[in-house]
C-alpha cells in the first residue's frame, strides 16, 4: 500500500516538473496570429502574453499592412500592430498558428483566399493550431474540420457539424495538435492546453484528411 | 410577321399591366421583420420601405422589446423600434417573413431557439420567406435549405452548401417562395421578386423538407 501511494506521489511530482518544463519551454517557437478587424481583444492578447511569458515570439499577420481594430465589450477597441501581410509570410516561418475569435474577424478572413490557404498550410505541415470563439469558422473554409473533436462558439456549432466535424461542448478540446475553446471564458484552459500543444511540437494526425 | 409582334406586343403589356397590379397589390399582407442588434440598416429600411409603398403592414419582431440598433457603414447606426417580441409573437399572423442581414445580427438571432422556430414555422406554413447577406444563416438553424437554390454574402457559402443548398452567384435567386440576395447592392431586385413573391402568397414547394 505504502509503495503504491510512493510510486504514484513520484509520478504525479515527475509529471507536474515535467509540465512546467514544458510551459516555460516555448524559447525559440514561433506562433502566428492571424487576425483582422474585430477580432475580440482578450482573444488575441491573453493567448499572446502566455506565449512570450512561455518564451515563444508571437507575430501577428493580417490581410494588409494597417493596424487592426480590436473588438471589445461589444464595441471596437484599441488598434493592434500588424507585424506581417499574409502575402509576405509563410506557415513554414511559424510553429502554431492562433486564431481569435469576434465575429466580424474570421467573417473578414474567410473572405480571402490568402487566409484560408495560410491556415491549411498549418494542417498539411502537421503543426498546431488553436482556434476560439468565431475562429474555427476559418477552418470550416479550409476543409480541415472533417472528422475532428472540437468546439466553438454555439452560434457556429452547426456549421461545423454540417462542415463533419465532432462538435462537444467543453471549455477546451484538444484533438492531436488541434486545440479549441468557446468563449473568453475559456481562454486559461486554452491557453494552457495550446502551450502544452505548441510544446509537444508536429503532431501525426493534425492534419488535412482523416 | 405582324401577328407575331402584335401578339408579342399585347403579352409584353398585360405581364407588364399585371406585374404593376402584382406591385400594388400587398393590400391586407402583414410582413414579419426578425431582427436584433447590428442589422444591416438598408437591408431592413429599403425593403420595408417597399413593402409598405405597396400596401402591406410590416412589423418588426425582436429578441426583446428593447429598440434595436442597425448597423452601417462598418459602425453602430441608428436604433430602430421593436413591435413584437418573439415570445408574442405566432408566424400564423404574418404573410411572409424577412431577414435582413448584418454580420452581428443573424449571429444573435441563430442563438436563440425562438428565432430559429419563428423562421421554420414559415417554412412549415408554406410561407415566402426572403433572406439577404447573412441572413441564410438562421435558415441553417431552421434545417431548411437542403435542396433549396439560393444565394447569400460570399463568406457563409460554404456554411450554406455544408447544409445541403445549392448556392449560385446572382444578385436574386427565387426558389418557390424562398427569395435571397448577396449584398446591399442587390436590393433592387431583391425587393421586386419579395413583393411578387408575396403578392403570389403560398407556395406548395416552399417547405421544410425537400
New interface residues.
Partial sequence: MIRIICVSAIKLIMKKYFLSEEIMNLKGKKIAILATDGFEESELRVPQDALEKAGAITEIISLEKNDIKSWTNG??GKAYQVDHTLSSSSPSDYDALLLPGG??NP??L??SEAAIQFTRDFFEQHKPVAAIC?GPQIL??ADVVKNRKLTSF??IR??LE??GANWVDQEVVCDSGLVTSRTPQDLNAFVAKMIEEVAEGKHRNQTVER
Fill in positions: 464595441n471596437w465575429v466580424l467573417d473578414l474567410r473572405r468565431h470550416i473554409d454555439m452560434s452547426k456549421d454540417n462542415a
